[in-house]
């Protein structure tokens, strides 16, 4: 591996180097002719981005090839010269950039055909971060070229500028194609494809007589977040620290370690055991301290090079992409970020119930994109009060998905950051969309001092309610899996506010009973999909509390803000949401029946299957339209038709198209639409384009009903005259229709008690669902189902 010691090691000697009109090795005929053969710039020209660019000679080459050029460099001396040596080249923007170091905001967001790093590559401290960051911005058939002195063609005295062969194979890992080239004694590595090496847990050799052994190993990240890890001799990927001597203490070993080996510094007072490890290698009983360091001091350094070829710090996220790492510290790191590594071997891992004091660190990018993500859910009318507009903007999103990158994690649209699956793949956990947790806690309306429960666990949501409650409050947030329990409690430890208890448990029980505050929790959240209500969250609410939950209307989701008055429950909020589904007891899968061999499926979410005898020979048989005179335009929300539908007509459920396209029925493949089941009939609900044209605004669709058996023009004509009902009654000017007011009551409440209304008769409760124009009928239990509600879902 390289030399401990550079040319160069900090920004001002670069600086000078370019003001004192130094340069680097000119660019050579056959570098030139390297990358005219093998990076040509696509069709119409390409983005290029040269890293550590100097005086610009090659950023120059690369524009004469066809490029739009981003030319980079941390030196300003450097750049001022290239500015005026090229005064008139066009097509290159030349941009001040400390690739390790800096938010790389500068840089192209739609990501560049080809990247070079001409001589600069063995100057970075961070080798492994940053080519891992090049090569994520590598646009599709992309390139990535290092262009580097070998040590077998360098002096002695300047072989800390040359890459060996380990270091050259280990450049290489990864990347889909790789190409070594010779460019006058220079390596030229052509590098094709995204670098995702994939992590592997590998052990050491051990020598046969080796003991048991306890060791303790040093958990250190920098002011950017990113933890420290040293490339050992043995070619693998370690944390500081070791084997303890005697009766050592594991945090006096851990920082020992540390020091022996990096050269920082940290006392055993800020070093903080959080999981003890139990494993076995070779049959060798082995137990492992893992020990945070909150804070430490010092320059890093490699001080044991007989064993370590260096040290870097790595992003969070790119940890799963590493290549090998000594088992113990896989297991490490998946303990204090659990989920960063996937796929580990198993391991007896005995959580610490230590109180360890949060650890900041953030790269400044993540800063930049929480304010715009924040300002972006602000800008879409998700959030009005500020201390919910304040908590988006400070508390740290990524550190409760540490596998995503920034991009992802700071995502404003629809993005789900799932976090944990079932065997079949199914998302169990997740982080929601931003837009959404703000608007389910906007809709708290809570006050400093609040005391909330969260059930559906992840940490972030939890920290964001304690920033709303403030100092003064407090917030137990639960979850029924014990691996999502343990990863709140991790990420809540290294960047919550100390105001988050997370619990484990099933939430249809209620919150455990000693978390209960006198006269109930002012806020209950429910964070997954709850078909049924439990009456431990009406019991555990204090009388005016509020209760959100995405509650299940015949199949539709709508986080609902309830409003405790008594014994009954009162919306005071719609928003159309999609959550993970309920587990354990609230855990529940819909009635389906299949029809024309699979081609189709009904589904039934309230009741049982109806019967479905006859019908694979009435669809196969004539078809009835019914128009229902009922229009839309392009991009409609149609969703409150649908829970409109679900909520009034008698003998609802969902068709739906499986996994291939069906001339029987126009519904989209994947999808659903509403539909009425009768005697060997049945109806649904569609729409036919009934005025075309080149512009989009002026295109227009009209709700219709198919219809198939003896009973479907009747059956149809329901369904049709509830969308016409809908429309005179209900849909609103400019796509926002009328939401209806919704109660909900205990079980057994008998009818004459309930308001007039519809009612949807659920397991635990009673749910009465009045509508305009309909809130004069008496109640009257009706089955139904419904379709995925919005624009652009369904049918």
């Given at each position: ?654 068709l739906a198209v499986a996994d291939q396209e069906s001339s029987v029925v126009q519904i989209t493949t ?41 009973q479907g023009p009747a059956l149809g004509e329901r369904l049709a005259e509830a969308v016409r009902a ?70």
């Open positions: 591996m390289r030399s401990s010691t550079l040319t160069y090691t900090a920004r001002g000697q670069w600086e000078q180097h370019f003001s004192d009109g130094k340069g680097f090795r000119p660019v050579g005929e056959r570098e030139r002719e390297l990358l005219a053969e093998h990076t040509r710039a696509p069709d119409g020209g390409g983005r290029a981005l040269e890293v550590g660019c100097g005086t610009g000679d090659l950023s120059v080459h690369l524009a004469s090839l066809g490029y739009t050029v981003d030319a980079v460099d941390f030196a300003d001396s450097a750049l001022a010269r290239a500015r005026t040596e090229h005064a008139g080249v066009e097509g290159v923007r030349w941009l001040l950039l400390d690739i390790e170091g800096d938010d790389p905001a500068l840089l192209n967001e739609e990501g560049y055909d080809l990247v070079v790093m001409r001589l600069m590559y063995p100057f970075l401290r961070d080798r492994g971060r940053v080519l891992h960051g090049l090569g994520e911005r590598l646009r599709d058939g992309g390139a990535l070229v290092v262009i580097t002195p070998v040590v077998e063609n360098t002096p002695e005295g300047r072989r800390g500028i040359a890459l060996d062969e380990d270091e050259i194979t280990l450049l290489a890992t990864g990347w889909q194609t790789v190409e070594r080239l010779d460019a006058d004694g220079l390596a030229f590595l052509l590098l094709r494809g995204p670098c995702h090496a994939g992590t592997r847990a590998v052990e050491r050799q051990r020598p046969p007589s080796d003991p048991a052994a306890t060791a303790a190993l040093a958990v250190v990240t920098d002011e950017a977040g990113r933890v420290l890890l040293g490339r050992s001799h043995r070619g693998m990927w370690e944390l500081p620290g070791g084997k303890t001597r005697g009766p050592e203490p594991f945090e006096v070993a851990a920082v020992r370690g540390l020091a022996e080996e990096t050269g920082l510094a940290a006392g055993a007072e800020d070093a903080y055991v959080v999981t003890m490890l139990a494993d076995a290698a070779d049959g060798v009983p082995r137990l492992t301290a893992v020990v945070r360091i909150a804070t430490w001091s010092g320059t890093l350094s490699n001080r044991e090079p007989d064993k370590f070829a260096r040290w870097e710090f790595f992003d969070l996220h790119a940890l799963a992409r590493i290549g090998d790492v000594f088992a113990p510290v896989a297991s490490a790191l998946d303990a204090v970020w659990p989920g960063v590594i996937p796929g580990l071997p198993p391991v007896a891992s005995y959580p610490i119930a230590v109180e360890q004091p949060p650890v900041p660190g953030e790269p400044a990018e993540a800063v930049r994109l929480r304010q715009a993500m924040a300002e972006a859910v602000i800008d879409g009318g998700w959030v009005s009060s500020e201390p919910v507009r304040d908590a988006l903007r400070t508390v740290p999103r990524h550190r409760f998905a540490p596998e995503k990158d920034l991009r992802t994690a700071y995502d404003a649209g629809d993005v789900t950051i799932a976090t944990r699956r079932d065997e079949a793949g199914q998302v169990t956990s997740s982080v929601s969309a931003a837009w959404l947790q703000a608007d389910m806690i906007e809709g708290l309306d809570l006050e400093p001092g609040a005391v909330v429960w969260e059930a559906g666990s992840g940490g972030y949501n939890a920290e964001l309610l304690a920033h709303v409650v403030g100092p003064g409050g407090r917030v137990v947030t639960s979850d029924i899996d014990r691996y999502v329990v343990r990863r709140a409690r991790r990420f809540t430890a290294e960047a919550g506010s100390g105001r988050v208890t997370v619990v484990h448990g099933d939430a249809a029980h209620g919150a455990p009973a000693h978390l209960v505050p006198r006269g109930g929790f002012d806020v209950i959240l429910i964070s997954y999909n709850c078909w049924d209500i439990a009456p431990a969250w009406r019991e555990q609410l204090a009388e005016g509390g509020r209760l959100v939950l995405p509650l299940e209307l015949g199949g539709y989701t709508r986080a609902i803000t309830f409003q405790r008055r008594g014994d009954v429950l009162v919306a005071r909020k719609f928003t159309h949401c999609g959550f993970v589904p309920a587990q354990g007891a609230h855990a529940r899968t819909a009635a389906v029946a299949d029809l024309l061999d699979g081609q189709l499926r009904l589904r039934f979410e309230d009741g049982p299957a109806g019967s479905v005898e006859g019908l694979d020979e009435v669809l196969r048989g004539r078809r009835h339209e019914i128009a229902t005179g009922v229009t839309m335009g392009p991009g409609f929300y149609f969703g409150s038709l649908q829970l409109y539908a679900a909520t009034t007509v008698p003998g609802f459920c969902r994947g999808s659903d639409a509403p539909a009425v089941l009768g005697a060997a009939s049945l109806a649904y609900l569609t729409y036919v384009q009934t005025r075309h044209s080149e512009i989009r605004e002026e295109r227009e669709w009209e709700w219709s009903v198919h219809a198939f058996g003896d809908w429309d005179r009654d209900v849909r609103g000017d400019g796509g926002r229709s009328t939401d209806p007011a919704v109660t909900v009551h205990p079980a057994g409440t008998p009818d004459h008690r309930l308001p007039s209304g519809d009612v949807v008769d659920k397991a635990l409760c009673r749910i009465v669902v009045q509508w305009p124009g309909r809130d004069a009928l008496l109640p009257c239990p009706v089955d139904r189902v419904a379709a995925p509600a919005a624009s652009g879902e369904g049918m």
